[in-house]
């Protein structure tokens, strides 16, 4: 059984900055595509290929939000600097069937629970 569980969230103020974790176990290879997606329309926000070497984020996070990988502690990081108040929601973790990512929620076969992040003005 594969499970996927987001941590990091939380409260601050806009303009300043969060890191995001995603920690999957139970899968046996690490070789997979990994997507960030907020709030429950699972809009896409950033995603990396397998061996990092491949990222995409939403127009509205570049120059801001950075996703990076750990394959030995197979971990996903969303750092998220000069946060807006837009930014506010529920952040979902996804692992791709794959070794790729995609904007698309479809492609994604595990989900994590979510994580709050609130920014303030």
């Known amino acids: 059984q594969v499970h996927v569980t987001e941590s990091g969230g939380g409260v601050v103020q806009a303009g300043g900055s969060l890191r995001l974790s995603c920690a999957v176990s139970?899968?046996?290879?690490?070789?997979?595509?990994t997507g960030w997606f907020r709030r429950d329309s699972r809009e896409f926000v950033a995603g990396i290929n397998w061996s990092g070497n491949s990222r995409g984020y939403a127009d509205s996070v570049k120059g801001r939000f950075t996703i990076s990988r750990d394959n030995a502690e197979n971990t996903v990081y969303l750092q998220m600097n000069s946060l807006k108040p837009e930014d506010t929601g529920v952040y979902y973790c996804?692992?791709?069937?794959?070794?790729?990512?995609?904007?698309?929620?479809?492609?994604?076969?595990?989900w994590g629970k979510g994580t709050q992040v609130t920014v303030s003005s």
């Open positions: 139970g899968r046996t290879s690490r070789t997979y595509g």
């Open positions: 996804a692992v791709d069937k794959g070794l790729y990512y995609s904007d698309s929620d479809r492609t994604y076969e595990y």
